[in-house]
């Protein structure tokens, strides 16, 4: 079992809508994580963190947190063509040792 | 976010020399820095992590004594690709941790393609 699991899309939605992408994880001792964005060709770039459960909420994106059912997820509100991209879910883990663990990612396409 | 920044960002080499790639926290003391390597159409693969003054830890199949990594000092680490292989053309990047507003947050350099020919 991957440690954290993506579905690899691609996801596509039209201009405006809502993109709901899913992440679920299977170290409970995971303490942070993170939604990444990386376009192609290009490095990743972090858009979110959310370190408690509940709701975060930054702009256009909020990242949800469910620490009982080991899962992460973000959503794009109208969302545009310029955030066609893969999206990488990342969980941080500390317990002796440091370890960032990358899901495979959701290619995001948005429809004009 | 914080700042990490990552040379060359493009290099081409001969097949059989070695490439060293820089990677600098500029803007917060990186703990922990990892090195990754993603071919194309493909996800990030974790090569090593390594923390300041330690020997890095290297992920089942990847080759110690041909990705030499340094981290000698909180904002800088380096991977040399010995005597370089056209199979090791790839986009590497790296990632650096620290502590930015009381949570530890990695963030990326912008990456190298190497190119070995």
């Known amino acids: 079992q991957k440690e954290v699991e993506q579905n690899s899309g691609p996801l596509s939605v039209p201009e405006g809508a809502i993109a709901s992408l899913n992440c679920t994880y299977s170290?409970?001792?995971?303490?942070?994580f993170f939604w990444y964005r990386q376009y192609s060709g290009k490095s990743p770039e972090l858009i979110m963190s959310i370190y408690s459960n509940g709701d975060k909420e930054d702009g256009r994106f909020t990242a949800q947190l469910n620490k009982a059912s080991q899962y992460v997820s973000l959503l794009i509100r109208d969302s545009q063509p310029s955030d066609s991209a893969t999206y990488l879910c990342a969980a941080f883990y500390s317990g002796g040792y440091q370890k960032v663990t990358f899901g495979t990612g959701t290619k995001l396409q948005v429809i004009p | 976010g914080a700042v990490v920044s990552q040379h060359p960002s493009r290099v081409i080499c001969k097949s059989g020399t070695s490439v060293k790639i820089e990677c600098r926290s500029l803007d917060f003391q990186a703990t922990t820095m990892f090195w990754y390597r993603q071919f194309p159409k493909q996800s990030l693969m974790l090569m090593a992590t390594s923390n300041e003054g330690s020997k890095a830890t290297y992920e089942q199949g990847v080759e110690k004594d041909k990705f030499l990594i340094n981290h000698a000092s909180l904002t800088l680490s380096t991977l040399t690709v010995t005597s370089a292989h056209p199979e090791d053309s790839s986009f590497y990047i790296c990632s650096a941790r620290g502590t930015t507003g009381g949570h530890t947050e990695a963030f990326f350099g912008q990456g190298t393609r190497l190119t070995v020919v």
């Open positions: 170290d409970r001792g995971s303490q942070s």
